[in-house]
């Protein structure tokens, strides 16, 4: 199991950008895809970003494509979420997740919530216009 923290979240006017760190605890960070998902107030939690183990392979959702990139660091278990151009749409509590990894290899990219076992509490993000 891996134990995930969230931080870097906070208020910014639209157009501005932040940096999400999710910091994560146990030996086998490495080893585990992660994920970046959303949950604005009364809508479901959206998938963002996933990144591969390695850091070699990212994918981006639509929605987002061309303002957030994702990033890890293996040395620091640290994953993290750039954000430019915010806008208000993306006003939402930002969770990051771990897939696993005993998890068996699936099509990748993991972009649905039971790709994920560990999840964050994640860290709130409100974009003002």
């Known amino acids: 199991q891996v134990q995930l923290v969230e931080s870097g979240g906070g208020v910014v006017q639209a157009g501005g950008s932040l940096r999400l760190s999710c910091a994560a605890s146990?030996?086998?960070?490495?080893?585990?895809?992660m994920g970046w998902f959303r949950q604005a107030p009364g809508k479901e939690r959206d998938f963002v970003a996933a990144?591969?183990?390695?850091?070699?392979?990212?994918y981006i959702a639509d929605s987002v494509k061309g303002r957030f990139t994702t990033s890890r660091d293996n040395a620091k278990n640290t994953v993290f979420l750039q954000m430019n151009s915010l806008k208000p749409e993306d006003t939402a509590v930002y969770y990051c997740?771990?897939?696993?990894?005993?998890?068996?290899?699936?099509?990748?990219?993991?972009?649905?919530?039971?790709?994920?076992?560990?999840w964050g509490q994640g860290t709130q993000v409100t974009v003002s216009s």
């Open positions: 146990g030996r086998t960070f490495s080893s585990a895809a």
């Open positions: 990144i591969s183990r390695s850091g070699g392979n990212t």
């Open positions: 997740a771990a897939r696993g990894w005993k998890r068996p290899i699936a099509t990748w990219p993991y972009t649905q919530r039971n790709d994920y076992d560990d």
